[in-house]
């Protein structure tokens, strides 16, 4: 059975006035800011003549685990203003006036407030404690629990805060009311990062903590004063997807191919990843054979692997719906380092049609208007129109309500939950000035004969591409576009 | 024990399951309740808003000002609700610091002063006046600085906050950073902020008029030129515009004090080898003191703001759970409480120490090398002559 740690921080003000890394407001609170704030609350004052090993062990122990789940209320940025305050160096400037020195103050506001029964100010941080690892780690989670009563602040000095912990069980960890945060185990530019605690933490911040004591020797220069060892982690709100990291590529001038061939152009990108693979020691995901070739059985259709996406030209006003750009996108979570490799390995490389001639080079992306063309495959949105035909897995008998339950399957077979999509509509036509009726693209032999539609799809949240579903959504159908940059 | 002195010693136990108190406020305008109050300004020249501004969007609330847009400091909502700061924790805690040296409330707080001597005449500061309370420079470098230093380090090196709050007990309500000594931080314990809820900014023009028409009566001959125009506006020889500058916000919701008084961090104050309860007490209730004493309703030039008589203050008592109960206090209990706590700790004697000029002015002309020499050790700073 599953146990959770869960520390539980109320503030006492709605504000909160945080920063994370390049100095932006934090929300929410990262879980090295709490780790930092139950070390300080533990070691403050009077209570500091409390320690002992068996403290220093349970926070070992916590620095140990991976980063927790974190459900916090919702918050939004605060007007930002700038606040002068005198510095204590009456010593260097003797009037008040000449050491005023300013300090931005950006926060978050949390929304709801502490009559909100719903969410209130509080955040809860939820470790996962397998039964398995045994009674060592139920001595740590009840020791934390009892110092968690110790913390002040969560913040700054003026971010009062309460805390307790309790050991909880399945179910009273999905009646904690809140918005989920979990950290995924990959780097996404421009997402939430926030630092999580890991081994060696609580060391450092004692390191720390010491060099801050004796700053006036300056013996140490300032960074000092900062922790240093510490994880980063992208948090997402549940239901938020991570980009899918991804590897670009444009044809050389003069070079463009028929929409309607996406999916053979797609295979020529298959087969020169595969034979680059098979040269390279890099290490893919259940092996090459599965992820960069995607010889999976049909049972195995959720099996991580590359997704070949030939990007037809669209958005502007004369885009002609050729393709001109190439991505190799990795699954939905990826780490982007088979992205990067397949980056570094294909550029410049030939890529070959069936019968082995030369049919383009691919290149850096070199076209001025390459980048915003590739933004409305890969950016955030809520809107998404398909731009070459979604295959669907089965048969729908040409009935409308049957094809929108086959949708609502690949929807979820790629990894999409469900719950997210606000609308959904198909049809045959397309949405996209260069898009085809779907009967008009060639299919691989495997997906002959499967029905496939137009899709425009609006989710509840913004999602970020590139976003391709259906049966062919390796080789280069069902992708989608948004209007939305 | 009386039971008055021992009625909240549950919340003082290191094992206590209540977290903190927290008081709301209902405040409104010394004119009436649809008045115009101006909240406090803020240069606004790096922020979104005042970005916006420059851009040439009309802003709510920032305004065009010499040095750039500036203006007050105002989070609007998508439901067009909106919350406006009136007086920050900083400023609150700077206005309620001085309560203690009021006739009713001195005798819970030693009194300790600076002599100084300015353009010649005697001057005193009260340490509840300094900005950085016991670790500010006019502590620093007066003739009593040993004593804060050494209180300073008792609570580093043993986790005794009793020395210090023999001498300064406000700054443990308060917090203080001894940042040119022994690097002690004392988070605070009494927390107060003032906002207004749903606010409407408002613009204000005004004009100076001379009394005499100075070119039209021929006493003064005509600016010739942009510079001599503004000579004259200057000196009050001409009219002065301030057209559309800030002219305070209207407020079609609440003008509320949210304040907090935290136990946890009160439970942090410990003792060297003695029972803490007496400490913890008394800085209780000084606490409680501090929140229930009625304050300066002047906030500000157009800010005067009193008790809103229709709706009673509300107290909550906040577990660690966050779970919130109803509570009650008055001024008179507190204070009544106040004093029997401060008479069983017994209040610290009284101090007077005198700015020591010389060794202020002898830091000032050290060189950078030279101040970094004497600070090694963390002792306060040194005269080299000595």
């Known amino acids: ?485 | 024990m009386s039971d008055l002195i021992t009625q909240y010693d549950e919340w003082l136990r290191d094992d206590s399951d209540v977290a903190a108190l927290v008081k709301r406020q209902w405040l409104e305008p010394v004119e009436g309740e649809d008045a115009v109050i101006f909240p406090p300004t803020y240069t606004l020249s790096d922020t979104d808003a005042g970005g916006r501004f420059n851009k040439g969007e009309q802003v709510p609330g920032v305004y065009k000002g010499p040095k750039g847009p500036y203006g007050y400091n105002i989070d609007r909502f998508d439901d067009g609700s909106s919350v406006c700061l009136i007086d920050s924790v900083g400023s609150q805690a700077n206005r309620i610091e001085p309560i203690f040296m009021r006739e009713q409330y001195r005798e819970l707080v030693p009194r300790v002063v600076v002599t100084t001597s300015v353009s010649g005449k005697q001057r005193e500061i009260n340490l509840l006046e300094a900005g950085h309370r016991a670790a500010d420079a006019i502590i620093r470098f007066s003739s009593i600085a040993n004593r804060f230093a050494d209180a300073f380090g008792a609570i580093k090196d043993q986790g005794d906050s009793e020395p210090l709050a023999k001498l300064a007990p406000t700054s443990l309500i308060f917090g203080v950073w001894d940042s040119r000594g022994t690097q002690v931080k004392l988070p605070r314990i009494v927390r107060s902020v003032i906002r207004a809820f749903n606010v409407r900014p408002l613009h204000r023009s005004a004009q100076y008029v001379p009394p005499v028409d100075y070119v039209g009566e021929g006493i003064l001959e005509a600016p010739q030129n942009k510079t001599q125009e503004d000579s004259m506006s200057e000196l009050g020889l001409r009219h002065a515009p301030a057209p559309w500058t800030h002219g305070g916000v209207q407020v079609h919701g609440e003008i509320r004090r949210e304040a907090t008084l935290n136990l946890v961090a009160l439970r942090a104050l410990g003792t060297r080898g003695k029972n803490p309860l007496p400490l913890r007490r008394y800085v209780l209730g000084l606490g409680l003191v501090a929140l229930t004493a009625p304050q300066k309703t002047f906030l500000r030039e157009g800010c005067q703001l009193v008790p809103d008589a229709k709706r009673l203050s509300e107290w909550r008592l906040v577990r660690h759970d966050g779970k919130r109960e109803p509570w009650d206090i008055s001024d008179q209990l507190a204070s009544e409480y106040a004093r029997a706590a401060a008479a069983a700790f017994k209040v610290g004697e009284d101090m007077a120490g005198s700015f020591d000029a010389k060794r202020a002015t002898a830091v000032l002309a050290q060189s950078k090398e030279e101040r970094k020499k004497s600070r090694r050790g963390g002792k306060p700073e040194e005269n080299n002559e000595q």
């Open chain 1, 1 to 485: 059975m599953i146990r959770y740690l869960c520390i539980s921080v109320t503030f006492l003000d709605p504000l909160f006035h945080g920063k994370g890394d390049a100095d932006e407001p934090e929300w929410p609170p990262s879980p090295m800011r709490l780790f930092q704030a139950l070390v300080a609350g533990s070691r403050r004052g009077c209570c500091n003549g409390d320690w002992s090993k068996a403290k220093a062990e349970a926070y070992q122990w916590l620095e140990g685990r991976e980063p927790p789940m974190i459900i916090a209320p919702p918050a939004r940025r605060s007007a930002a203003y700038t606040l002068f305050v005198p510095n204590n160096d009456a010593d260097e400037k003797f009037d008040r006036q000449d050491r005023l020195a300013p300090k931005m103050v950006r926060t978050h506001r949390i929304v709801g407030g502490a009559s909100d029964a719903k969410s209130g100010q509080t955040l809860h941080y939820v470790w996962t404690v397998p039964e398995t690892e045994g009674s060592e780690a139920r001595t740590y989670a009840e020791l934390l629990c009892r110092e968690a009563r110790r913390l002040t602040t969560l913040g700054w000095g003026v971010d009062q805060a309460v805390a307790h912990g309790r050991v909880l069980n399945d179910a009273e960890v999905e009646a904690l009311s809140g918005q989920r945060w979990t950290a995924w185990d990959a780097w996404f530019a421009g997402r939430q990062i926030l630092r999580a605690p890991k081994t060696g933490s609580l060391d450092d911040l004692t390191r720390a903590y010491e060099a801050f004591v004796n700053r006036l020797s300056m013996t140490q220069p300032p960074k000092a004063r900062e922790p240093r060892v510490f994880d980063r982690a992208v948090y997402l709100p549940q239901g938020v997807l991570p980009p899918r990291p991804r590897a670009a590529f444009e044809l050389p001038d003069g070079i463009a191919f028929r929409q309607e061939d996406a999916a053979r152009i797609a295979s020529m990108l298959r087969s020169l990843a595969c034979a680059a693979s098979k040269a390279d020691t890099h290490e893919f995901p259940g092996g090459a054979e599965v992820y960069v070739a995607g010889h999976v059985g049909k049972r195995q259709d959720n099996v991580p692997r590359f997704s070949y996406l030939p990007l037809p030209s669209i958005g502007q006003e004369h885009a002609d719906g050729m393709i001109r750009r190439l991505t190799i996108a990795e699954p939905v979570g990826g780490d982007g380092s088979h992205a990067r490799w397949a980056q570094q390995r294909l550029l410049n490389a030939v890529i070959r049609d069936q019968e082995g001639n030369e049919r383009g080079v691919l290149r850096e992306l070199w076209r001025q208007s390459s980048r915003a063309m590739i933004r409305r495959y890969v950016e955030q949105a809520r809107i998404w129109s398909s731009v070459t035909p979604v295959i669907l897995s089965g048969f729908d008998d040409s009935k409308q309500t049957k094809a929108e339950k086959l949708v609502i399957s690949a929807v979820e077979h790629a990894g999409l939950p469900v719950s997210a999509i606000a609308e959904l509509t198909l049809r045959k036509a397309p949405f996209w000035p260069g898009s085809q009726h779907p009967r008009q693209y060639a299919l691989p032999s495997y997906l002959k004969g499967l029905p496939s539609w137009h899709l425009r799809i609006v989710f509840r949240e913004p999602i970020p591409g590139p976003l391709a579903i259906g049966a062919g959504r390796h080789a280069g159908l069902g992708l989608f576009a948004t209007r939305e940059t």
